[in-house]
């Protein structure tokens, strides 16, 4: 899995980085086809100070490309929320991936 943490008005310090790190582990060990990451993590200048922090990430798995965003005061909070919608976008995505064809009971005649 290549990742790629990048920052958008914000250095990426080492703690910061560590943390995507482990959030986006969950994403891996759900499903093990996952080719490329990529998180932006961004720094609004607006007035409030409600969803000022962002973070962004693309996902190649195996077949799609996965997106998803998240905005909140606080950054590790934003990055909790984004790693848990890739989560259940990732779960989803396993789901109708898999082959849940079954054969068709033979007929005794």
């Known amino acids: 899995m290549n990742l790629t943490i990048s920052g958008h008005h914000l250095e990426v310090t080492p703690a910061l980085r ?3 790190t482990s959030k986006l ?3 891996s060990r759900h499903f093990d086809q996952v080719v490329d990451v990529k998180v932006l ?3 609004d200048n607006l007035k409030e100070k409600d969803l000022r922090q962002r973070a962004e990430c693309n996902i190649h798995v195996k077949g799609k490309d996965l997106f998803a965003e998240s905005a909140h005061a606080d950054l ?3 990055v909790d929320e984004l790693a848990d919608k890739l989560d259940r ?3 989803r995505h396993k789901d109708k991936a898999q082959d849940h064809h079954h054969e068709s009971a033979k007929r005794l005649m």
């Open 25 to 27: 582990e969950r994403i």
């Open 76 to 78: 590790y909070a934003a």
């Open 89 to 91: 976008q990732v779960l």
């Open 18 to 20: 560590g943390y995507v």
């Open 41 to 43: 993590l961004t720094v």
